[in-house]
């Protein structure tokens, strides 16, 4: 049975840019499982499943609802034990907690504030309007042109946060170690975020970082690829 995956996109149905749904949708290519992308925009998100959860992603597996993309991904290592791992065992589950968590205080904070305005742009008329009046109330507590304006001289502070990630990538080829995890798709899918949304270059083209961004969007039949990028 082919897997619903409730998946957030802009006035653009091709594009769907949420980091949070990327990530889950790496998890089910990850485990080989068949899904169905239901594009989602902003103001459809209280509807999906009756309402279940006020964001996505939101899968359907059957009778089945999860959302939140790490309880989607610990469903999905549950529900299907007998195809490829996530996490790789206990440690592992561990581990992609940790990625979580410097991934949503570093680089979400940053990467978001960077791409605002493209975010904003890549929207219809109605969720431009809730787009806007969300971020502005909720999350940057400033009109978003404010927000935007500090992604240059942020620049180099953000590329210094990757610091650990490039480390890394002298030792081993993925945060997995020797193949990628679900740790790998936490922060994968927060650079897809951007790259989708925005023509920024937050990466030097020479950051071992993009090199390993690259791998990742050939991963799974190059499903990160297909997305089109920002122009």
Not at 30 to 56: I, Q, Y
Not at 163 to 177: A, K
Not at 185 to 192: K, T
Request: charged share 25%.
């Amino acid at each position: 049975m082919t897997i619903l995956l409730y998946d957030l996109v802009g006035a653009d149905p091709a594009r769907p840019f949420s980091p949070h749904c990327w990530k889950a949708k790496m998890a089910l290519a990850h485990k080989g499982l068949p899904f169905r992308a239901v594009p989602t925009r902003f103001l459809d998100v209280p509807g999906v499943e009756g309402g279940v959860s006020k964001t996505v992603p939101v899968i359907r597996d059957g009778e089945r609802v999860v959302a939140d993309s790490f309880e989607i991904a610990l469903y999905l290592e549950e529900a299907y034990p007998d195809r490829p791992t996530l996490f790789g065992g206990e440690g592992g589950k561990a581990m992609a907690r940790l990625i979580e968590r410097w991934s949503q205080l570093t680089l979400h904070p940053y990467l978001g504030m960077a791409s605002v305005m493209d975010l904003h742009d890549m929207q219809d008329t109605p969720n431009r309007a809730y787009f806007r009046e969300n971020r502005e109330a909720v999350r940057y507590k400033k009109p978003l042109e404010e927000a935007a304006a500090t992604r240059e001289p942020g620049l180099a502070a953000f590329r210094a946060s990757l610091e650990p990630l490039r480390s890394m990538l002298t030792f081993q080829p993925w945060i997995g170690g020797q193949s990628p995890l679900f740790a790998d798709y936490i922060v994968f899918s927060a650079l897809q975020w951007v790259r989708i949304g925005s023509p920024f270059a937050y990466l030097a083209e020479d950051d071992p970082v993009k090199e390993w961004f690259g791998r990742c969007l050939d991963l799974h039949d190059a499903l990160g690829a297909k997305a089109p990028a920002a122009a």
